[in-house]
T-cell receptor, first 115, second 113 residues
Framework: DGGITQSPKYLFRKEGQNVTLSCEQN?????MYWYRQDPGQGLRLIYY???????QKGDIAEGYSVSREKKESFPLTVTSAQKNPTAFYLC??????????????FGSGTRLTVV | GENVEQHPSTLSVQEGDSAVIKCTYS??????FPWYKQELGKRPQLIID?????GEKKDQRIAVTLNKTAKHFSLHITETQPEDSAVYFC????????????FGKGTRLSVIA
């Protein structure tokens, strides 16, 4: 589905529970990103990774964690420390910039709801 | 760091009219400016992009213009159709380092038939 797959499509989290959102790409892209989307807030960067075994915090990293053990995978864990996790989460990937910038390919998103 | 402002936040046009969405950026080192379209409940998709060595780029009914001096760029959609209704995001990326795209907050375009 466009080379980048997010699962599940819908996820429900109970108070105090950690949940993990999956993101897998087969585009051979080096860089991967996690964005959070709330109504009227646009796309806010949570974490990003330019290469395997390396990642950086974005603008709203508190309460989230990631790993990048494989080039194809960049899972996002929403921890209990994230007090308002209800949102639409988008994963994206791109070729790594050297001398030319490239646009992102987005996954279809995961809608997380706290119950 | 880079900051991208996008206006307007909502835009309604009659079918067949043109729509213009404007963005400004703060970092003069930014050199790549993509536009994304997001239909309701779906993923953002790249519709057009422009690099800093080009002033204008067209793709059928869509065009993007860039004014590096003023640090703003605009999306122009001509002969709008109902299927153009969506949220549009602009973005910019600075050349320095491997930093991610910085997005505007989006414009919700409604094309009224």
């Amino acid at each position: 589905d466009g080379g980048i797959t997010q699962s599940p499509k819908y996820l429900f989290r109970k108070e105090g529970q950690n949940v993990t959102l999956s993101c897998e790409q087969n585009l051979n892209h080096d860089a991967m990103y996690w964005y959070r989307q709330d109504p009227g807030q646009g796309l806010r960067l949570i974490y990003y990774s330019q290469i395997v075994n390396d990642f950086q915090k974005g603008d709203i990293a508190e309460g989230y964690s990631v790993s990048r053990e494989k080039k194809e995978s960049f899972p996002l864990t929403v921890t209990s420390a994230q007090k308002n996790p209800t949102a639409f989460y988008l994963c994206a990937s791109s070729m790594r910039r050297e001398t030319v910038n490239y646009g992102y390919t987005f996954g279809s998103g995961t809608r997380l709801t706290v119950v | 760091g880079e900051n991208v402002e996008q206006h307007p936040s909502t835009l309604s046009v009659q079918e067949g009219d043109s729509a213009v969405i404007k963005c400004t950026y703060s970092d003069s080192a930014s050199n790549y400016f993509p536009w994304y379209k997001q239909e309701l409940g779906k993923r953002p998709q790249l519709i057009i992009d422009i690099r800093s060595n080009v002033g204008e780029k067209k793709d059928q009914r869509i065009a993007v213009t860039l004014n590096k001096t003023a640090k703003h760029f605009s999306l122009h959609i001509t002969e709008t159709q109902p299927e153009d209704s969506a949220v549009y995001f602009c973005a910019a990326i600075p050349w320095r380092g491997n930093t991610p795209l910085v997005f505007g907050k989006g414009t919700r375009l409604s094309v009224i038939a």
